[in-house]
């Protein structure tokens, strides 16, 4: 089948595929999907602009679904999410623009990619290495005061602060809450999907939000950060809405399955389990990128 915005070729199987298993990760991990997504579509010939763009187009679709389902089951901290709104917007904004910029020195593929490879790796060898610690503590799900980072950031008195009863948080600033926000959305504009795997080890190790809790809120941000992203990359001509459609018939299916199965696991279980993903899509970039890119 051949997508004309993009220009490529594909096989719609692939893409349904590609889009049932990056539900399931997403429902159950909390996140987007965009690290095996993004590294995915980029191998499947998708120029990084376009991957970025329309990463962000299923994804959003995809966690409405997953979001509604942990929301059901009393994993969604509203009051949270609508905070870190503010920082997400912001942040996906100027992802967006140096995409654009690096689209117009013709670098986007290169700079993206190695971008996307490092923050991968980093993010897997952090949370790998956390988990190995609470799973050797027998604590099964861990709570904000057993970080020494978390008790610091908690600590913090920047402008004005908020009680999150949902998370269990007491007085926590509300300007840390929209920093960390911003840091996602940047991420989620500038390589792609809802970045969860940027913003979930932070509302986790730095905002001490419950891992059950974190995966439930972040979907719920996602839906916020991929939706503007998307809007924001399709005024710029980056979203090929076609593979995106596509793709979401199988991912709906995929996110409520995943969540649904996260009641069966404890905190540093999932967070394990999460480990390989991004070094899976690490290689699929490492692998492209040295075959040269996209070819466009």
């Known amino acids: 089948m051949d997508f004309a915005i993009s220009g490529v070729h594909l096989d719609p ?10 539900g399931v990760m997403g429902g159950f991990f909390g996140v987007g999907g965009s690290f095996i997504a993004g590294p995915a579509l980029f191998n499947l010939g998708i120029p990084m602009n376009y991957v970025v763009g329309t990463d962000l187009a299923h994804i959003a679709g995809k966690s409405v679904v997953a979001a509604k389902k942990h929301r059901a089951l009393g994993n969604v901290d ?13 942040g996906v904004e100027i992802g967006v623009q140096l995409i654009q910029y690096l689209k117009s020195i013709g670098s986007v593929d290169r700079v993206v990619g190695s971008v996307f490879f490092c923050v991968l790796v980093c993010i897997s ?9 609470s799973l050797k503590s027998g604590v099964e799900e861990d709570r904000a005061t057993s970080y020494p ?6 600590g913090l008195r920047l402008g004005p602060s908020v009680s999150l009863p949902t998370s269990g948080i007491v007085g926590i600033s509300f300007l840390t809450i929209v920093l960390v ?8 504009g500038f390589l792609g999907g809802g970045a969860g795997y940027i913003r979930l080890p ?5 905002l001490g939000v419950p891992t059950h809790v974190a995966v439930g809120t972040d979907l719920f941000e996602i839906v916020v950060s991929a939706s503007y992203g998307t809007f924001s990359h399709a ?6 809405i076609m593979i995106a459609l596509v793709m979401q018939t199988g991912a ?9 199965l996260t009641q069966f696991f404890s905190g540093p279980r999932i967070r394990l389990a999460f480990v390989p993903l991004p070094l899976i899509g690490a290689v699929l970039i490492l692998y492209k990128l040295l075959k040269g890119g996209a070819g466009h």
């Open 13 to 22: 199987l692939i893409l349904v595929l590609l889009g049932f298993s990056i």
């Open 78 to 90: 509203v009051k949270l999410g609508l905070i870190m709104t503010v920082g997400t917007v912001l």
């Open 125 to 133: 060898t952090g949370v790998f290495l956390e988990s190995l610690r």
């Open 149 to 154: 980072l978390v008790r610091w950031v908690q």
């Open 181 to 188: 926000a911003l840091v996602g959305g940047f991420f989620s």
């Open 202 to 206: 932070m509302m986790i190790f730095l």
């Open 235 to 240: 005024s710029h001509g980056n979203v090929d």
């Open 252 to 260: 709906a299916v995929g996110a409520n399955l995943g969540a649904g």
